[in-house]
């Protein structure tokens, strides 16, 4: 019999996880991260849209924790550890983190967001010890990720370069 | 600190009018320009989680021709003027006579490229200016940075200073179309998108309590 497949999307501070033989996505990454964490062997996934490397830039006294790299990493390993995955056994893939446009301005931290993302989300994977086996960030190009929790493969779309798989 | 949900209509309709007011200015460089004749929407001003934002220009991944500028000084912000591709084409062709002007090809020539974002300069200081001239606020844009690539990742730019603060973002949109040209969701729009701290200077400038 066949059971339909629904691709389960992330909005952007958002997150979720998945189970074959649905598939997860999040469009239009640009200087925002998709990170995704998964046990192979259980097949279980979690995708999470990071915008912000870290929850000490929030200026507001509740916060979205998907937003944030420090706050989602964490949040996403108890999502996938309460669907079924073992702590000992994830491991993650990481897409994004462009820098989409190269300012000479004042605010150049905010401009070099994309790189930031990245490094603070390795270094929140790195607490964990989940190692990143797979990556597709940096460049200038904005990105869409598809990651299929069967074969963990995580289709990459950009708007030059078509469809890559890592 | 005021919240965008503090927001009421006196409030929206003040940046309607700076949306009227810098749309309309560009509208007229545009079609001096291009001398033709341009439409311009009245103002939308939203309120809108950053999902739903997507959702206004089409979707995330919808692949536009974009020039995007920071707004520094005293009422920080961003903006973009966006166009779909056929429209950001039809302008350089009209602008330059290349008429195989196209930015699928690989390598798009650099004199449409440069077309286009003297034009995004243009209507972009044109905007600014008539925003700066109605509030009185002085306002420092960056140099303006055009790129062709999927709306979301661009507009995420906008919306860094405004997701510290919340999920929602307050967005100015004006859409403007060539005369006799199909209008589709995408045609031509400016949007400004000002930081959470610029509400306050903004509103104040144009003598309207926001506390």
């Known amino acids: 019999m066949n059971e339909l497949v629904h691709v389960i999307k992330v909005g952007i501070a958002d997150m979720n996880v998945v189970q074959p033989p649905h598939l997860i996505r999040t469009s239009g990454l640009g200087s925002c991260v998709g990170v995704v964490i998964f046990d192979q062997m259980k097949e279980v996934a979690g995708l999470a849209h990071v915008m912000l490397p870290d ?5 507001s006294e509740t916060i979205n924790i998907a937003k944030y790299a420090d706050t989602a990493v964490e949040a996403l390993v108890e ?19 462009a820098q989409m446009f190269s300012f000479q301005s004042a605010n150049t931290d905010m401009m070099r967001i994309g790189p930031r ?23 200038s190009s904005g990105r869409t990720i598809e990651f299929n929790p069967k074969t963990c493969i995580l289709s990459i779309r950009t708007v030059n370069q078509g469809v890559k798989e890592i | 600190m005021a919240t965008i949900r503090d927001l009421n209509a006196d409030h929206i309709d003040i940046l309607k009018e700076i949306g009227n007011i810098g749309a309309g200015n560009a509208a007229t460089a ?35 021709a974009a020039v995007f500028l ?8 961003s903006m973009f003027f966006v166009l779909s591709l056929p429209q950001a084409e039809r302008f350089v062709k009209q602008m330059t006579g290349d008429a195989l002007f196209s930015l699928a090809s690989p390598h798009p020539s650099e004199l449409g490229i440069s077309a286009l974002q003297e034009l995004g300069n243009i209507l972009a200081g044109s905007y600014l200016s008539a925003l700066a001239d109605f509030t009185k606020l002085t306002l420092y844009p960056s140099v303006p940075a055009l790129t062709v690539d999927m709306i979301g990742a661009i507009l995420q730019y906008g919306l860094l200073e405004l997701s510290r603060v919340g999920d929602y973002a307050i967005v100015i949109d004006t ?37």
Do not use: C, T
């Open chain 1, 117 to 139: 993302n990245v490094e603070a989300v390795k270094r929140e994977l790195e607490r964990f010890r989940i190692p990143v086996v797979a990556e597709d960030v940096g460049g």
């Open chain 1, 79 to 97: 999502l996938i550890i309460k669907a079924g995955g073992r702590k000992n056994w994830l491991k993650a893939k990481l897409a994004g983190g």
């Open chain 2, 30 to 64: 545009l079609s001096q320009l291009l001398n033709k004749k341009i439409e311009m929407n009245v103002p939308n001003v939203q309120i809108v989680s950053f999902d739903e934002m997507m959702d206004l220009v089409g979707g995330a991944e919808q692949v536009v």
């Open chain 2, 175 to 211: 859409a403007v179309h060539e005369e006799q040209q199909p209008e589709d969701s995408i045609n031509g729009h400016f949007f400004l998108l000002p930081d959470p701290d610029s509400f306050v200077p903004i509103f104040r400038s144009l003598g309207v309590s926001y506390e």
């Open chain 1, 55 to 59: 929850s000490s830039l929030a200026r």
């Open chain 2, 70 to 77: 920071r707004i520094e000084g005293e009422a920080p912000g």
